[in-house]
Antibody
Framework: DVQLVESGGDLKRPGGSLRLSCAAS????????MSWVRQAPGKGLEWVSA????????YYADSVKGRFTISRDNSKNTLYLQINSLRVEDTAVYFC??????????WGQGTLVTVSS | DIHLTQSPSFLSASVGDRVIITCRAS??????LAWYQQKPGKAPNLLIY???TLQSGVPSRFSGSGSGTEFTLTISSLQPEDFATYYC?????????FGPGTTVDIK
């Protein structure tokens, strides 16, 4: 079975940094693009970033460009999101998502990032 | 960036009702439109992709249609487990974008 398990969420001060991880299993990780999607409390879904399977091409939402870095280690079946210069508005549940044939077909359970002074 | 709108934002319906949710894109997205269902405290679940393809394991009462810039999600006969929030998403152009969501509540 496909499993995506996020970790690394925490309570941080504005201006701080954090790295989220997503451990993938049950499929050939390198064959799939992966994304991060976030959801602020009581709000809708916001796509954050994506990375292709093998070329490592990366894409970002304008709201996080320059502060967030997506990466992957195909040897460890793990996806990462480095978040720098944290803002209060980055507070959200962050979901790791598998992208496949123009669809997000598997989602992790999410990890909560809280930014507060 | 491609902007998605959904209508209605909220609807109240009864078990057995036919429900239609509309998603409109600010430009042609070549049918790369997906629909997700989300229940409180849970991750979203893929229902439909490429506008009209039913994801494996999703009940056949869910269907998608449309092309170009206008798309619909139809629930043919609403079941108790269908009360949730529904999101559309375009996967044609980066940045990928979601609609604001439609909450289906019990009348």
């Amino acid at each position: 079975d496909v499993q995506l398990v996020e970790s690394g969420g925490d309570l941080k001060r504005p201006g701080g940094s954090l790295r989220l991880s997503c451990a993938a299993s049950g499929f050939t990780f390198s064959d799939f693009a992966m994304s991060w999607v976030r959801q602020a409390p009581g709000k809708g879904l916001e796509w954050v970033s994506a990375i292709s399977g093998t070329t490592g091409s990366t894409y970002y939402a304008d709201s996080v460009k320059g502060r967030f870095t997506i990466s992957r280690d195909n040897s460890k079946n793990t996806l990462y999101l480095q978040i720098n210069s944290l803002r209060v508005e980055d507070t959200a549940v962050y979901f790791c998502v598998r992208g496949s044939n123009r669809r997000f077909d598997y989602w992790g359970q999410g990890t909560l990032v809280t930014v507060s002074s | 960036d491609i902007h998605l709108t959904q209508s209605p934002s909220f609807l109240s319906a009864s078990v057995g009702d036919r429900v239609i949710i509309t998603c409109r894109a600010s430009q042609d997205i070549n049918n790369y439109l997906a629909w997700y269902q989300q229940k409180p405290g849970k991750a979203p679940n893929l229902l439909i992709y490429v506008a009209s393809t039913l994801q494996s394991g999703v009940p056949s009462r869910f269907s998608g249609s449309g092309s170009g810039t206008e798309f619909t999600l139809t629930i043919s006969s609403l079941q108790p487990e269908d009360f949730a929030t529904y999101y559309c998403q375009q996967l044609d152009f980066y940045p990928l974008t979601f609609g604001p969501g439609t909450t289906v509540d019990i009348k």
